[in-house]
């Protein structure tokens, strides 16, 4: 399980220790730094995080300091909202925490062992019923989509094309690479250029060394250097058939 984390904060030592305290546990994944509360609005609703360290304290957009305006905000274009562990120096800011359901509340400085025991906190309770709903940003227009929905990622540029089920296809303004690790774990990379989504193969054909997805007339193409992924597709898909023949 991957767990995508944000940082809202403007102390730039305060950010970097949770970083470095995290670096330890290969499932948390820092998707971004936001120094003031539109920088994590914009940030939350686009790479939807399972974590966000918040600092109250940070530039808000109408008032000085956020505190806890940002989770009213949120709460109007998301269901479930991510897990909010606040970092600050005051303990003026723990009632309301309590009120809006903070998963934790750590003083600064902060500690490797108090970050450690939040992270435990946070996957004894972790919920395995994930939101299945992805969020493109451009320009300030929303887009969502449903992820069992999506049939591969393409490479384009410095952008990522999903082609959808049903035959749409959205664009993504970020490079394949960064959503490699924040997929589900059916989503597989067998291509500098591709991504499939493994629940939607029905065919890898090794001497043409192609993958035929349902729903579509494409063929994707698989590279040498990802054919280990490809066999590990293979073997997942064969072990769950109801017939091998």
């Not at 109007?76 to 005051?90: A, G, Q, W």
């Not at 359901?101 to 025991?117: A, E, G, M, Q, R």
């Not at 291509?191 to 994707?220: E, L, P």
Request: charged share 25%.
């Amino acid at each position: 399980m991957k767990y995508p984390y944000i940082i809202i904060d403007n102390d730039q030592n305060s950010a970097r220790t949770i970083q470095i305290a995290l670096e330890d546990h290969n499932d948390y994944i820092c998707t971004g730094i936001a120094k003031n509360e539109q920088e994590a609005l914009d940030l939350i609703l686009e790479r939807k995080p399972r974590l966000v360290f918040l600092e109250p304290e940070v530039p808000g957009v109408q008032s000085s300091k956020t505190q806890y305006s940002l989770l009213s905000e949120l709460t109007k274009y998301m269901t479930n909202l991510p897990e909010f562990v606040i970092i600050t120096k005051t303990a003026n800011y723990a009632i309301e925490g309590i009120r809006n359901s903070v998963l934790d509340y750590i003083l600064k400085p902060l500690t490797k062992s108090d970050l450690t025991k939040t992270l435990h906190r946070f996957e004894k309770d972790f919920d395995e019923v994930m939101d299945n709903t992805l969020c493109f940003k451009s320009y300030g227009d929303y887009r969502f989509v449903n992820i069992d929905e999506v049939l591969y990622l393409k490479a384009d540029n410095n952008t990522t094309d999903f082609i959808m089920s049903n035959g749409n296809k959205v664009e993504a303004f970020k490079t394949l690479k960064h959503f490699q690790n924040l997929l589900p774990d059916h989503f597989v990379r067998i291509h500098n250029s591709y991504i499939i989504n493994t629940k939607y193969v029905s065919r890898i054909h090794f001497g043409k060394a192609k993958c035929a997805i349902k729903n579509t007339t494409d063929m994707i193409p698989f590279s040498k250097s990802y054919k280990t992924n490809v066999e590990e597709i293979k073997d997942t898909l064969a072990k769950n058939s109801f017939l091998y023949v």
